[in-house]
């Protein structure tokens, strides 16, 4: 993306069209805005060098003369900017709300006609050849009449609310008038004085005018009225504008209809625009009733059925005479999505018989065509799930049970059999060697089951899925999800035991190809036929689909909040059957104890699943976790062991900074292989190295000191944050927390408060406050446990932190060296984390206070202690920046000289005087006292 913007914004003036011509087609994954807000910036800058200078523009009557109209290089412009738009979430940063109000007094201008249809002046007499001789002498339509009233001369009137005298244009037999339109329209506005705010609108009539006695310049106006219309209604129009349109005009909606059925008299690039029309006032709900009465009503009904039956049945055909457009076709499933958004308008869509007509799209593999089969894709998936509404009531889902009986389902997994690349069924069956299923386009990427190369594949490269492809199995798959989710759907595939398992382990082979969306539908495909009937497992077995979901998982999940989300939920559909259970506790190995679960040790310790884990991920992982566990509690000791694996892993992260030898630099995160990122991601794959049995990714060259504890000091946090988050809602249940507690898992967490690797701000940070709510799931059977332990990190961070005290310079941190100082400030910010830790406690548990003040209060003057330390270094800070910029405020030295009494009054600190003193209280009491 950067590389074509830069050949972009380095060509000036109007050379620009040359670099975009070369962007023609969408070669990107699913974009975002906020990636060409460079490219926008730099048409801007063209649009006010080039465009908006132009005399032209303010239709005045003036002897300057503008330069030749840059036409080609607006053209492009608009047409790259259109792409990218269509393409690009976060699209509404391009709208701009100071000109919105201009747009939109234009564009209805544009959409005004000559006439209403009781004039003989409708859309259909306009744009139809057979009303050509009746229409082209209507007086009405070649007359130029134009009302406004006249611009006050003075200020005083200009600032009251009354108006002008009105001034009429009137001008018959305007088709014959010579000249230009925009010279006309310059030189009628300086005659008759018109404001400059109606000029646009003046140039408009005069463009009706002018042309309305030929039947293409009538085409023309009405392409220009239903193009602004379709931008206006997308606009937020104003309501009394509209109001007064449809008032004005009450027939337009059905003459957009009429236009239509007369596809043998008009123009197919006009019906199309009428289709847009009515789509986009569709969105409208209080509209969307005109549109649907409209269609299903008086001499109208069956219209939208046969243009869908028409335009479905010219995408297969080769006589190119009869056809519809790729346009048309894309105008008319728009028009039936907006309508599905209703109950009203599923009504009448299943009443002319929607899913007939667009089952034959799915058998369309004409690669051009597959925005549009992705369009009758998602009709369907709509039409699926406004009909759960009548399961709910206790009736059949009428879209199901149809989509069933016309074999649609069948259809829906061929097509995905294609979109996953795998030859047809017939084509399949006559090249497999053995066995249902298998393929002859299957045996590069078949496993190894082999005992020496179990879980192993060969390496074999796959070209990534092309984004509107990805769409496309997304759609098929939530349809297939849909047809399976309804109560009541106990088939156990469907009749597909042979083609749908074959697809899912495909993609599941080809995960990093297909992307994290594609995974997470295919896996709850999977599960819901699970869930459906557990006892198809062996036939999902023999056809190898969790053998291929459980290598994808052990070999690395894509970094994907979608794929990593779906994993705990499969693996308890996979428990429902004794064999799936044993396949998932036998997946990681006989060494690794944790089994299938071990995938979530690389998720929460890597840098590459950062940004997967952001919002409430964690949270979901650790629903699904509990939920296992619950379920399968012989997968509790598996749960439990992959938590104190990650905790494990994360100790050792951060304290492999302070290792021996590895001074000034940072091992930075946990990784698996994952999937290659999407092609408008700027991440970069980090390769894995082992660090204390957890993988750690390692930068392919070692950065330098600071780049690296940099680097950490980031990731550090954040893998602690998102794994509390999965822990606090993992351990809900008691039994998985007392299995948590015996294997140390309080100390484990515990020790993620004085891990060396921490930034120095870690005791007040939003990572640290998730962890401490971490620990309430200990709270109602293991608070004394928790108590106890917390009372003694607690205690040995203070003594270490009074420790540290006594290795700074007498004269305060400023003198003392960098070890010394972050060692300091490292037990300080530690305990600060577990004093907070220790509050919630005390309010939560009575355990806690007694833990504290046990044993002789030894933590609370410990805690007294380090708070006086740090009052004392406070003040030594003061002085010292006193020194280098003398205060002559008498308030700042009376402060100094206060906290310097303070100070005095902790004995045994680094530079403090040792005689006794009692100046603000502080006299040796404990903070008790």
Not at 232 to 244: I, K
């Amino acid at each position: 993306v950067q590389e074509f913007i830069g050949s972009v914004v380095q060509v000036a003036g109007e050379s620009i069209a040359a670099p975009l011509q070369n962007f023609q087609t969408w070669c990107y994954g699913k974009g975002d805005f906020c990636h060409w807000i460079d490219l926008f910036d730099h048409f801007d800058a063209f649009f006010d060098a080039h465009v908006k200078p132009r005399a032209e523009l303010k239709i005045q009557d003036t002897k300057s003369e503008d330069p030749p109209f840059p036409r080609e290089s607006c053209l492009e412009i608009l047409r790259v900017s259109s792409l990218i738009l269509e393409n690009c979430n976060n699209k509404h940063m391009y709208s701009s709300v100071e000109g919105d109000a201009a747009l939109n007094a234009r564009l209805f201008a544009l959409s005004q006609g000559p006439g209403g249809k009781e004039e003989g002046l409708g859309l259909v007499a306009c744009a139809s050849s057979d009303h050509h001789e009746e229409i082209r002498h209507n007086s009405t339509g070649t007359t130029l009449r134009f009302e406004f009233y006249e611009e006050p001369k003075d200020q005083a009137a200009k600032d009251s609310i009354s108006k002008g005298s009105l001034q009429v244009i009137n001008i018959p037999q305007f088709h014959s008038y010579p000249g230009k339109e925009l010279e006309i329209a310059q030189k009628l506005a300086t005659e008759h004085k018109v404001p400059e705010s109606l000029r646009f609108s003046l140039l408009a009539r005069i463009r009706t005018a002018h042309g309305f006695a030929t039947l293409e310049g009538r085409r023309q106006s009405v392409r220009i009225r239903l193009l602004a219309l379709v931008v206006l209604l997308q606009s937020n129009p104003d309501h009394d504008d509209m109001v007064a349109f449809f008032g004005n005009e009450p027939d337009f909606v059905n003459e957009l209809v009429a236009l239509l059925c007369a596809h043998q008299t008009v123009p197919e690039d006009i019906q199309t625009l009428a289709l847009r029309v009515l789509a986009t006032q569709s969105l409208d709900r209080n509209r969307q009733l005109n549109v649907l009465q409209a269609i299903s009503a008086g001499g109208h009904r069956g219209t939208l059925s046969t243009l869908l039956q028409r335009a479905v049945a010219s995408l297969d055909s080769d006589d190119a005479s009869g056809t519809c457009s790729y346009q048309f076709v894309e105008a008319l499933l728009s028009l039936v999505t907006t309508l599905c958004s209703s109950s009203s308008g599923w009504t009448s869509l299943t009443e002319v018989g929607l899913v007939p007509l667009l089952l034959p799209l799915l058998r369309d593999t004409n690669p051009k065509h597959v925005p549009l089969v992705t369009a009758g894709v998602r009709i369907l998936e709509a039409m699926m799930d406004l009909s759960t509404a009548n399961v709910r009531t206790g009736d059949s889902d009428v879209v199901v049970s149809l989509l069933r009986d016309l074999g649609g389902l069948q259809d829906l997994v061929d097509r995905l059999r294609h979109e996953v690349g795998l030859p047809p069924p017939d084509t399949a069956s006559s090249s497999a060697g053995s066995g249902a299923g298998a393929s002859a386009a299957e045996e590069p990427v078949q496993m190894d089951s082999t005992a020496d190369n179990k879980g192993k594949r060969p390496e074999v490269q796959h070209a990534p899925m092309p984004y509107a492809n990805r769409l496309l199995t997304k759609s098929l798959l939530r349809v297939i999800v849909n047809t399976n989710s309804p109560p009541g759907t106990n088939a156990r595939l469907g009749g597909l035991e042979e083609s749908l398992p074959i697809c899912l382990k495909e993609i599941f082979r080809r995960a990093k190809d297909f992307g994290g969306g594609v995974f997470h539908l295919a896996a709850s495909v999977m599960r819901l036929v699970l869930y459906n009937d557990p006892a198809c497992f062996p036939q999902l077995e023999a056809a190898g689909l969790p053998e291929a979901f459980l290598s994808t998982v052990q070999e690395g999940i894509i970094a994907s909040s979608d794929a990593v989300e779906c994993v705990p939920t499969t693996l308890t559909a996979l428990c429902l059957n004794p064999q799936g259970l044993e396949r998932v506790r036998s997946s990681g190995g006989e060494s690794c104890e944790s089994g299938a679960l071990a995938c979530f040790v690389p998720i929460f310790t890597s840098r590459s699943y950062l940004r997967p884990l952001q919002g409430e991920t964690p949270s979901a992982i650790g629903t699904g976790l509990d939920e296992l566990v619950r379920h399968v509690p012989a997968l509790r000791p598996a749960g439990i062991a992959m938590a104190i694996d990650i905790l494990t892993a994360i100790c050792a992260l951060g304290s492999a900074p302070m290792k021996e030898g590895s001074e000034g630099t940072a091992t930075p995160a946990a990784s698996t292989p994952a999937a290659a990122p999407e092609p408008m991601e700027t991440e970069e794959a980090i390769p894995a190295v082992t660090l204390e049995g957890a993988e750690i990714a390692q930068s392919e060259e070692k950065p330098s000191g600071t780049a690296a504890v940099q680097g950490l000091d980031t990731l550090l946090p954040e893998c602690i944050h998102n794994t509390s988050r999965m822990l606090e809602s993992m351990l809900a249940h008691n039994d998985t927390a007392r299995l948590f507690v015996e294997k140390g898992g309080i100390q484990l967490l515990l020790r993620m408060y004085s891990l060396p690797g921490l930034p120095l701000t870690f005791g007040g940070s939003s990572a640290m406050h998730m962890l401490s709510a971490a620990f309430r799931a200990f709270i109602p059977s293991h608070a004394a446990a928790l108590s106890k332990h917390v009372r003694s990190e607690l205690h040995t961070q203070l003594r270490k932190a009074e420790e540290c005290a006594r290795g700074l310079h007498p004269e305060g941190l400023s003198k003392s060296s960098s070890e010394a100082c972050k060692a300091y400030v490292g037990t300080l910010s530690s305990a600060e984390g577990l004093v907070n830790l220790s509050t919630s406690l005390v309010r939560s548990t009575p355990n806690m206070l007694p833990e504290l003040t046990s044993e002789g209060m030894e933590v609370l003057q410990a805690l007294g202690t380090a708070q006086r330390s740090s009052h004392w270094q406070l003040a030594l800070a003061e002085h010292a920046q006193a020194k280098i910029k003398p205060s002559t405020s008498a308030e700042a030295s009376k402060d100094l000289s206060t906290a310097g009494a303070a100070a005095t009054a902790a004995p045994g600190m680094p530079g403090a005087t040792t005689q006794a003193a009692s100046a603000d209280g502080l006299s040796g009491e404990t903070p008790m006292e």
